[in-house]
């Protein structure tokens, strides 16, 4: 090998391991990901009493002792219909917003949180009681704005978990008749 092609050859190398160093081994490591944050964790078991109002109507449900939920109406109290309430409260044992999006929000009318288009309020057995505020949906439809009445965060959630709740008061998970046939 010529004196000429090891020179090269040096050079070259000098140039390669400059450029790792200097341009590869500083970028900045990526993002880790992180999961979204949870508002609240609260056992599904602890329950006893679930009311959401929405557009000034208002349903209600308590948990008895046989551990069944039924609607709070004058008795005699029905139970939900089981088709559509098994997710009901392990949906409000925790949800993962999507992402914060106002730590200390100075007014809540942008996010439709003054006053909440929905409010759910959650008891407990010690009496505890946590009150979700949801809003209007984000521009792109995709996320309710939420938030709870005693902290100032704003989040965003899927537009999935605002609709089953919607759905609660527009159709009560009412039983469905039995027919005579």
Known sequence: MSFRNTVVLLAFLLFLGGYVYFVELKKPPPPAVTLPPEIWVENEDDMTAI????????VAFTKK???NWYFQDPPPQEKVDYNRWPGIPALLA??????LIAENPEDLVPFGLEPPQMEIVVTLKEGKKVDILVGDKSPDGQYYYLKLRDFL???LIDVGWGDVFT???IEPPRPQPVSAS
């Open 51 to 58: 009311a959401v109002s929405y557009q000034g109507q208002m």
């Open 65 to 67: 002792e046989d551990e």
């Open 94 to 99: 925790g949800p993962h917003p999507k992402r």
């Open 153 to 155: 965060p704003v989040y």
């Open 167 to 169: 759905r609660l008061v």
